[in-house]
């Protein structure tokens, strides 16, 4: 993570001036991969330095550096935006007509749809379908996948706004480059209400939170589920149970006179776990063993379960299948009608607009 782009795309392939690594010219032929491909990034940043859609560039670019014969490609586009989900969807048919072949795996349906020769379909590590876009639609491959019929579309009734519990005025953020990411930004967010999207002012139920920790905002009654649930939302290291009371590990019931009780955290992870589907051999098992979707679900659950007055989601349904992704919509469709506002920050159009 401490070093550049390019040093990170070159490693294992590095080009030399003499018996040193040509630095100058593995920036050179990044940023002209970054060019050619859409896929732009700076070659002279660090990796730390890159939010994760960025990073998922460098994945990406260290392939076509590479100029390998077979690419295997694990939800390429998980964090991309539209646009740049079309572009790479286009690079990657260039492939096959260059004769290189391409695995794409992906929950993504539109994208299998749109760029597959054939579909193989995987269920709990089994194969259980083989087929062609031409043969099949959405709805068909989400059955195959999920073994049950899946509501591709979020069923929710007309939202009842109430009192305002978000409000962002005039807000302007920098990024670590000191360039503008948010310009004048001035919205407000209601309870029963979800919506999507250096100075200014933040409001949270009346309080001024620009200034906040993030311990303090929590207490004023906002859950967060992160873009990034690997580095932000868990310890990997930690069990579920541990995972579970991450946000509230100092309240009463969970510590008293700094002695955790292993008993209430234990009961609320088994809720958790039941309410929210998160398959899992045991409570005792640690967070890195679980499924990108039974991660997410963890997160969700466990900023959902103390019913909190608003609700930031980022990204919430990155990296996970069909399945997990009608639950986790439902969630937090639920969590709405229940009186959180919401405000969903996502690249999807899809859910965004559904």
Do not use: C
Not at 106 to 123: M, N
Not at 169 to 178: A, E, M, P, Q, W
Not at 249 to 264: H, I, L
Request: no cysteine; hydrophobic share 40%; proline share 4%.
């Amino acid at each position: 993570p401490v070093m550049s782009v390019a040093e990170n795309i070159a490693l294992g392939a590095e080009k030399t001036k003499g018996i040193n690594f040509d630095l100058d010219a593995a920036e050179k032929e990044v940023a002209q991969l970054s060019k050619d491909y859409g896929l732009e990034v700076d070659p002279t940043a660090r990796i730390e330095d890159l939010p994760v859609g960025m990073q998922q560039r460098v994945e990406i670019l260290k392939m076509l550096y590479r100029k390998a014969d077979i690419l295997i490609m694990d939800e390429p586009t998980a964090v991309l935006t539209p646009q740049e989900t079309d572009e790479l969807l286009k690079t990657m048919k260039s492939f096959a007509e260059k004769s290189v072949g391409v695995i794409f795996i992906t929950h993504k349906l539109r994208e299998v749809l749109a760029v597959a020769d054939r579909v193989v379909v995987l269920r709990n590590g089994k194969v259980v379908g083989t087929t062609e876009p031409k043969n099949t639609d959405q709805e068909g491959l989400a059955t195959m996948m999920v073994g049950r019929s899946v509501v591709l579309d979020v069923q929710k009734p007309i939202a009842k706004p109430k009192d305002v519990v978000l409000k962002v005025s005039n807000l302007n953020v920098t990024d670590d480059r000191k360039l503008l990411a948010v310009k004048d930004l001035s919205l407000e967010v209601r309870s029963g209400d979800l919506r999507k999207i250096d100075s200014g002012i933040v409001e949270i139920n009346n309080v001024d939170a620009t200034k906040l920790s993030p311990h303090q905002i929590h207490e004023l009654g906002v859950a967060h589920v992160p873009e990034d649930r690997e580095k932000d939302g868990l310890v990997a290291g930690y069990s579920i149970a541990d995972n579970s009371v991450l946000n509230r590990f100092d309240e009463k019931e969970f510590s008293k006179a700094g002695v955790r009780q292993f008993g209430a955290i234990r009961t609320l992870a088994k809720k958790l776990v039941e309410k929210f589907d998160v398959r899992t051999p045991s409570i005792d098992t640690t967070a890195s063993s679980l499924s990108g979707g039974n991660k997410q679900k963890l997160v969700i659950a466990r900023e959902l379960i103390w019913n909190p007055k608003l609700l930031i989601a980022a990204q919430p349904t990155r990296g996970v299948d069909v399945g997990s992704i009608e639950f986790i919509h439902n969630q937090i469709v639920a969590a709405r009608d229940a009186g959180s506002a919401v405000l969903l920050v996502s690249a999807e159009l899809d859910e965004v607009l559904g």
